[in-house]
């Protein structure tokens, strides 16, 4: 079975978005989900990125689709010709996963990332395929609209890995830090 990673951050209530859009500017934090999901070992590869309708189109236009990364968008009603032609639609979560599990994208994807949002990262964190969720939580409250699910009781932090900034962050006077919780197997 394909498993995924979620990478998110969210402020102090968990607020995630804002009429469509990041409530927040952190350069720094934009780079570290850009080099997170596009890590690899194997240079033939590349990773594919989940994300649902709104996401994709809260990206602005010059950044989307995300570089170097297979783009998946979720949607019931979008077409093909909605969205580049180098991004794939899928219709459902598990729709998307069972595309990438065929034999023509097996060959291609290393690691495949959940991008959010909100009910994208809610099926995702129940799903047995999940295996890490990347959080950066951010020290400060921010006006949102849109907020992160609760995290499943099935979760536990673990030691962060070598490629993420251990400790407190600082960029524009907001304090941010950089945690990896990981899915207990039953
Ligand atoms: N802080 C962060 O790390 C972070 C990460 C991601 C997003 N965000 C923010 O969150 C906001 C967008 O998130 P959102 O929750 O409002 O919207 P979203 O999940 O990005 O998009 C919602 C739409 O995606 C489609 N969709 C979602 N789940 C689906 C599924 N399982 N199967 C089929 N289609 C599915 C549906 O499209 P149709 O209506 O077309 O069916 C749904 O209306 C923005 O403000 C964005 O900036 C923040």
């Known amino acids: 079975m394909l498993k995924y990673n979620l990478i998110v951050a969210v402020c102090e209530d968990f607020g995630i978005g804002f009429k469509g859009e990041l409530p927040w500017q952190l350069k720094s ?3 570290y989900f850009s080099r997170t999901t596009k890590l690899i070992r194997n240079p033939a590869k590349r990773n594919a990125v989940i994300m649902g309708r709104k996401t994709f189109f809260g990206v602005p236009a010059s950044k989307r689709p995300l570089a170097e990364r297979l783009n998946i968008v979720l ?3 979008l077409s093909a010709e909605d969205l580049p032609k180098d991004v794939l639609l899928c219709r459902s979560l598990d729709k998307a996963m069972q595309t990438l599990e065929a034999a023509e994208w097996r060959k291609t994807i ?3 990332w959940i991008v959010g949002g909100s009910r994208v990262y809610e099926e995702a964190l129940a799903s047995p395929r999940c295996h890490r969720l990347y959080l950066t939580k951010i020290q400060e409250r921010f006006k949102c609209d849109t ?3 609760n995290i499943p009781e099935d ?3 673990i ?3 070598d490629e993420t900034p251990k400790g407190k962050q600082e960029e524009n006077g907001i304090k941010y ?3 990896i919780l990981e899915k207990i197997l039953k």
Do not use: A, H, Q
């Open 29 to 31: 934090e934009l780079k």
């Open 75 to 77: 949607s019931t009603t």
């Open 110 to 112: 290393e690691n495949v």
């Open 147 to 149: 907020f992160f699910p």
């Open 155 to 157: 979760f536990c932090e």
């Open 159 to 161: 030691p962060i890995d």
């Open 177 to 179: 830090e950089y945690k």
